[in-house]
């Protein structure tokens, strides 16, 4: 099962090293921080991405700042919930949020949101991008994307799309495939990726677009097809799949990202202390290993800055606020 593997990854904690030797100069940071434990709200159940990346990042992070990070998980509510409660925690730098791409989406879905992901929060970095790949049940025939696109074209009213849910990262690249190619499909919401992928493996649904961590093993088994990676570069876990750019389909390039954020109002001395800590982290060569063998990376050091993810998350709301309102998606 996929939440097996997901789970089996935690044990790889253990393996990640001390950090390597810094990679700019420690900011001045005040003697008293960090002076007791940090948190890191994940605002998702145990086990998946978003929470395996904190814990790894949290591990390496606390050896920079000489102090424990602790993991809690705070689900529901479509990663809300969690993200509420940093949004209203004191400004101290000790309660963070590790979030992902639906944080971006969240304006545009759920109108009983109580905060602003713009407004209510202070940027601390980008961590980790992992690409997304559009797949298909084995019946679909279609040998290439292009000629997947016309066999849409002719069947949309019967196709479906599955995804782990409203919101989550395949519910959004589903959107953003439709719309890229100006279809209107089902959407079918499971509740998780799991039995959407069985699904889709048993012939039950049509199309999905979801991250590679959780499809490579299915296509490589030839148990669905696979027609192209929605990032510029490609895989080397299926390095024979075109990127979508090269398969015909320009300008769909989206990732699940993870980004470390805190609430709105933290010293400066603070922030700055806790991006370089994200940084060093970034750079350990354990963490490299690990993250690509989930098909994942670490962001360039000009993204893991409060500046580089202040000007990545405007423009990932103006994205899916678009693409959500071209799809008539009506927020909750």
């Given at each position: 099962m996929i939440a097996k593997r997901w789970s089996s990854w935690l044990g790889l904690l253990g393996l990640i090293g001390?950090?390597?030797?810094?990679?700019?100069?420690?900011?001045?940071?005040?003697?008293?921080?960090?002076?007791?434990?940090i948190t890191i709200v994940v605002p998702n159940s145990p086990g998946g991405p978003s929470d395996l990346f904190a814990r790894w990042i949290g591990t390496l992070m606390s050896k920079e700042l000489g102090q424990q990070i602790i993991i809690e998980n705070v689900g529901g509510g479509s990663g809300t919930i969690g993200a509420s409660r940093v949004a209203q925690a004191a400004?101290?730098?000790?309660?963070?949020?590790?979030?992902?791409?639906?944080?971006?989406?969240?304006?545009?879905?759920?109108?009983?949101?109580?905060?602003?992901?713009?407004?209510?929060?202070?940027?601390?970095?980008?961590?980790?991008?992992?690409?997304?790949?559009?797949?298909?049940?084995?019946?679909?025939a279609a040998n290439n994307l292009r000629e997947l696109i016309a066999y849409i074209g002719t069947n949309q009213q019967s196709i479906n799309l599955a995804d782990a849910g409203r919101g989550s990262a395949s519910y959004l690249c589903n959107l953003f495939f439709a719309?890229?190619?100006?279809?209107?499909?089902?959407?079918?919401?499971?509740?998780?990726?799991?039995?959407?992928?069985?699904?889709?493996?048993?012939?039950?649904?049509?199309?999905?677009?979801?991250?590679?961590?959780?499809?490579?093993?299915?296509?490589?088994?030839?148990?669905?097809?696979?027609?192209?990676?929605?990032?510029?570069?490609?895989?080397?876990?299926?390095?024979?799949?075109?990127?979508?750019?090269?398969?015909?389909?320009?300008?769909?390039?989206?990732?699940?990202?993870?980004?470390?954020?805190?609430?709105?109002?933290?010293?400066?001395?603070?922030?700055?202390?806790?991006?370089?800590?994200?940084?060093?982290?970034?750079?350990?060569?354990?963490?490299?290993?690990?993250?690509?063998?989930?098909?994942?990376?670490?962001?360039?050091?000009e993204l893991a800055t409060p500046e580089g993810l202040s000007a990545f998350l405007k423009a990932e709301v103006d994205k899916w606020n678009q693409t959500l309102n071209a799809m008539h998606v009506l927020p909750e």
């Open positions: 001390s950090c390597p030797g810094l990679i700019a100069s420690r900011p001045a940071a005040a003697q008293d921080y960090p002076s007791h434990i400004p101290d730098g000790y309660t963070l949020l590790m979030h992902n791409i639906t944080f971006a989406a969240a304006p545009a879905l759920y109108k009983r949101r109580t905060y602003d992901p713009l407004k209510d929060f202070d940027p601390i970095g980008l961590a980790t991008k992992t690409p997304q790949v559009i797949v298909a049940k084995k019946a679909i719309k890229a190619i100006g279809a209107s499909m089902t959407a079918i919401s499971y509740r998780g990726m799991n039995p959407a992928l069985n699904d889709l493996v048993a012939g039950q649904v049509d199309l999905m677009c979801d991250q590679v961590a959780n499809t490579a093993e299915q296509i490589k088994a030839g148990n669905i097809n696979a027609y192209c990676v929605t990032t510029h570069e490609k895989l080397d876990q299926l390095p024979s799949l075109p990127t979508c750019d090269e398969a015909g389909l320009p300008h769909l390039e989206t990732s699940v990202w993870v980004a470390l954020l805190g609430p709105k109002g933290m010293p400066q001395h603070v922030v700055s202390r806790l991006a370089f800590a994200l940084r060093q982290a970034l750079h350990d060569p354990a963490l490299a290993r690990q993250l690509a063998k989930l098909a994942t990376t670490s962001v360039p050091d």
